[in-house]
């Protein structure tokens, strides 16, 4: 078992705190430009587009790469590489010297190694763990990390509290190194890649993609889940806050809900899987995190009785989409040969991840254009739009994925 594997907890040790400090360096690095360089949305927006960035251009050439090299040295130096860009912000504000620009180009090198960092454990963790315990070490994992969304914006926004934002991301840098350590202990071999496979296409992960009718689906319904979100998140909080009189505390307090629900749909999509098969698991997981979203820009009131309503549906919606992410993540290790993970996980973050940035500006043109009800309402459609490839009957059957290399 997982639990008592300790080469196993060292792994997960670094994995979730190194998935903490992204959340912290997520909120801090923006409050850094608003707080201490008086920096406007531009500025702001500036750091977020170069922290997504390479989620967009970046997958699937470090998918080709990693394929071909042992996979937890390279997250180590990810690690290390976010600790020396994060602990540029404290040193730039010590010395006078801390700018947007720079801030822009700490957000681009941190989101890159954040990029190589997920690819490389995607691909690592097959070879670190048995078949038979890879399910539960997915749910630790999703676990860890949906509770890292959870804590990790309140945990950040303490720090700015009591530190300033500069030095809060120097606590961050220590966070990174601490992950470092923690991936790095891990004392069990690391699995030598194929040799065989270096005359890969660079496309190999591309065609993994569209030859499995499952990941072929899966893939579609991301990427419009994820164009879809990023319309109503844009959205939603123009209406919770300006139309609906929200405060700003009661819309993280309704977000931090979804999260709480993504946790306890991470710990129970296992037991869903085994009950119904994965196929159908997966599509009961979806009515809830794609359905549901379709009450939002439907809930009455206003304050906090309309706080109290996004909560909830914030929170049943993420217990299905937690429990969704576990299975996607299994799955998808086991169909695809292991020789070719890296690369098809590049190819799958460049398709679901690239997204980002098109329905986050689509969101601004709908929302001006029709106004934010409008807008959040054609979010969520596209969101319960984007089930329905995972509802084909080959899909629903599946019962156990079978991986199809050793």
């Known amino acids: ?91 730039a504000w010590a010395l006078d010297s801390l700018s947007l620009p720079l801030l822009v180009i700490v957000g681009f090198v941190v989101g890159a190694a ?41 945990i950040s926004g303490l720090l700015v509290q009591l530190l300033g934002p500069a030095l809060a991301l120097l606590v961050d840098a220590v966070s990174y190194l601490a992950s470092a350590l923690g991936v790095a202990g891990a004392q069990r071999p690391e699995v030598r890649p194929a040799g065989a496979e270096q005359k890969a296409s660079l496309w190999e992960g591309v065609r993994q993609l569209k030859v499995s009718p499952f990941l072929r689906s899966l893939t579609v319904h991301a990427a419009v889940y994820n164009a879809s979100a990023q319309i109503l998140v844009v959205n939603l909080v123009i209406l919770a806050v300006k139309d609906r009189g929200l405060s ?5 307090l309704a977000l931090s809900a979804g999260g709480a629900g993504a946790f306890v749909g991470a710990m129970l999509g296992l037991r869903l899987a085994d009950r119904l098969g994965y196929g159908r698991a997966f599509g009961a997981s979806l009515v809830l ?15 906090v009785l309309f706080g109290v309503l996004l909560g909830a549906v914030q929170c ?25 993970l890296a690369r098809s996980n590049g190819a799958y973050r460049t398709f679901t991840f ?19 009800t409008a807008a ?20 629903r059957r599946l019962q156990t994925p079978v991986a199809t290399a050793a």
């Open 354 to 372: 690239g997204v980002l940035p098109i329905g986050a500006a689509l969101g601004g043109v709908l929302g001006a254009s029709f106004g934010t």
């Open 114 to 154: 954040s990029v190589v960092f997920d690819i490389a454990s995607f691909a690592y963790l097959p070879d670190f763990v048995a078949e038979q315990d890879l399910p539960a070490a997915n749910r630790a994992l999703q676990g860890s990390t949906t509770a890292s969304q959870v804590g990790g914006p309140g």
């Open 1 to 91: 078992m997982v639990s008592k594997d300790r080469d196993f907890r060292r792994f997960w040790t670094g994995h979730t705190i190194s998935a903490v400090g992204t959340q912290v360096t997520a909120v801090a690095l923006p409050l850094t430009a608003a707080l201490t360089l008086d920096a406007g949305a531009a500025g702001v927006s500036a750091i977020a587009t170069a922290t997504y960035l390479p989620s967009a251009a970046l997958p699937l050439l470090a998918g080709h790469w990693l394929e071909r090299r042992r996979k937890r040295g390279v997250m180590v130096a990810a690690d290390v590489l976010r600790a020396a860009a994060v602990a540029v912000v404290p040193i």
């Open 376 to 395: 959040v309402a054609i979010g969520s459609i596209g969101i319960a739009l984007s089930a329905l490839p995972m509802f084909a009957k080959e899909i």
């Open 316 to 340: 049943c919606a993420g217990i299905g989409l937690g429990s969704a992410n576990v299975l996607s993540v299994t799955i998808r290790q086991l169909l695809i040969p292991r020789s070719t």
């Open 289 to 303: 995190s794609t359905g549901l979203p379709l009450l939002l820009a439907l809930l009455p009131g206003r304050g």
């Open 248 to 252: 700003a505390g009661g819309y993280g």
